[in-house]
């Protein structure tokens, strides 16, 4: 079982609603990651933080606002989504960010915009 | 530019007949090379991770081994409970966080 949990497992949301999505992990890692995946897709990167701070964002439009209250919780504020945006939300952690660190990767969120 | 290449698309084996799914990579100062399970509707549970050409791992029926170029997954007389899309995911020096990833190998294994 992955140690990375995320909430809620299923999230359906009209466009103009704001909604959150919630991940924790208890490893001591210090680097968080918010991935998104498109069916039979892999895997893109949106954001890292490491140790708390926004260290990448691959140019994801703002209606996608990341937080990392502290290093085991990291949440994505959704604001104004479009139906194109409707996918699977991947949050993983790895010790550091540094390249080379596995990163381990939540069972994600499976949200629907309508 | 950074890529990673994953065939074939799909593999569909007899339950027992053993067979590798390949990885081509090409990476600026290759950091790990990342192999990941992902279920249908799941996230991807890590398997394992290679750092230098040369380098085996093992895990059950699954086996992991790197060279310069490529990597290779031998999976030995597969069960039908390893049916899943197999992922590959590179990493070079400049690249915190963003793991290159295939498209991915879908096998199904048939009793």
């Known amino acids: 079982d992955t140690e990375v949990t995320q909430t809620p497992k299923h999230l359906v949301m009209g466009m103009t609603n704001k909604k959150s999505l919630k991940c924790e992990q208890h490893?001591?890692?210090?680097?968080m990651y918010w991935y998104k995946q498109k069916a039979k897709k892999p895997p893109e990167l949106m954001f890292v933080?490491?140790?708390?701070?926004?260290?990448i964002n691959e140019s994801v439009p703002s209606r996608f606002s990341p937080e990392c209250p502290n290093s085991s919780l990291l949440n994505l504020h959704l604001h104004a989504l479009q139906p194109e945006d409707s996918a699977l939300y991947l949050c993983?952690?790895?010790?550091?960010?540094?390249?080379?660190?596995?990163?381990?990767f939540g069972e994600g969120s499976w949200l629907t915009v309508v | 530019e950074d890529q990673v290449t994953q065939s074939p698309e799909a593999l569909r084996l007899q339950e027992g007949e053993s067979s590798s799914l390949n990885c081509s990579y090409t990476?600026?100062?290759?950091?790990?090379l990342f192999w990941y399970r992902q279920d249908p509707g799941k996230g991807p549970e890590f398997l394992f991770t290679?750092?230098?050409a040369g380098e085996e791992k093992e895990k059950e029926r699954l086996k992991a081994t790197l060279t310069k170029k490529e990597s290779f997954l031998h999976i030995t007389a597969p069960k039908p409970e390893d049916s899943a899309t197999y992922l590959c995911?590179?990493?070079?020096?400049?690249?915190?966080?963003?793991?290159?990833f295939g498209k991915g190998t879908k096998l199904s294994v048939k009793p």
């Open positions: 993983a952690s790895s010790r550091t960010g540094d390249p080379g660190n596995t990163i381990y």
């Open positions: 490893m001591g890692h210090r680097a």
């Open positions: 933080y490491s140790y708390e701070k926004l260290s």
């Open positions: 990476v600026s100062g290759l950091r790990g």
């Open positions: 290679l750092y230098s």
């Open positions: 995911a590179s990493q070079g020096g400049g690249s915190q966080g963003n793991l290159i």
